[in-house]
């Protein structure tokens, strides 16, 4: 069970989950019989929550039984490199929701939206998103004008080299199917992280500062991986 912004929890509710994680035990709202039940709990936040327990806002007991493993997630602008994976997909997913072909993005768009802050993370990217491609024509590219001002902003903040309209590119294909072994599919995504760098910076000294590595070792990587 995934639970979101869980230090937005009422101490009312902080209470009742304490109960499920302590004892396994729930009510339905109306029901008479308490339900046994057995659940994995994966739950996420914005908040610092040992301040939070601090300042008297969220249970200790519950701080405790929930922090048993934590994994921090920077924030989007701090692995710029997933953009142009995430924007993949969502103009796939928006696409096909719309029952329209999936349009293209032209280059100075991409980098566009690489250079945006993105106060308000993966949200916020995907809403720019389903807002472009519903506002793109049928056949056109998503242009840095389909975006909403506070992301044109970004644009303005490039190098005017940077920023000149540039013909319109399908990004690569996500990495299909499931099938594989673990390093087929690590390897398959290598080949896309490294495709998409290349077409948004358009030579590999560049592409390979953005994945953190040397030319060199681009070179090496591609090499093994039968990339030119």
């Known amino acids: 069970m995934f639970l979101d912004e869980i230090g937005e929890t009422s101490p009312a509710l902080q209470a009742r989950l304490l109960r ?32 939070e327990v601090a300042a008297g806002r969220f249970r200790e007991d519950l701080f405790y039984r929930l922090n ?4 921090t997630v920077p924030p989007l602008r701090e692995r710029t ?13 928006v696409a ?13 768009a991409l980098e566009t939206l690489i250079a945006h802050g993105w106060p308000g993370n993966v949200r916020e990217l995907e809403n720019e998103i389903e807002r472009a491609v519903t506002l793109v024509s049928e056949g056109e590219p998503i242009g840095v004008e389909l975006f909403s001002e506070r992301v044109r902003g970004a644009a303005r903040a490039l190098p005017p080299s940077t920023v000149a ?18 390093n087929d599919r690590v390897d398959e995504l290598k080949r896309v992280l490294i495709e998409r760098a290349l077409l948004v910076h358009g030579n590999k000294s560049t592409a390979a500062e953005a994945l953190g590595l040397t030319r060199q070792s681009l070179q090496k990587m591609m090499r093994r991986l039968g990339m030119r």
Request: hydrophobic share 45%; aromatic share 2%.
């Open 20 to 51: 499920v994680l302590q004892e396994g035990e729930v009510k339905a709202v109306g029901a008479t019989a308490i339900k046994r039940v057995d659940v994995r709990v994966v739950s996420a936040t914005n908040r610092d929550l040992a301040a």
């Open 68 to 71: 048993l493993f934590t994994l």
């Open 165 to 182: 309209p540039s013909p319109a590119a399908p990004l690569p294909a996500a990495p299909a199917g499931e099938g594989g072994t673990l």
């Open 81 to 93: 490199g997933d953009i142009p994976v995430l924007v993949h997909h969502f103009v796939e997913r």
């Open 96 to 108: 096909r929701k719309l029952g329209v072909p999936a349009p293209a993005l032209r280059k100075d």
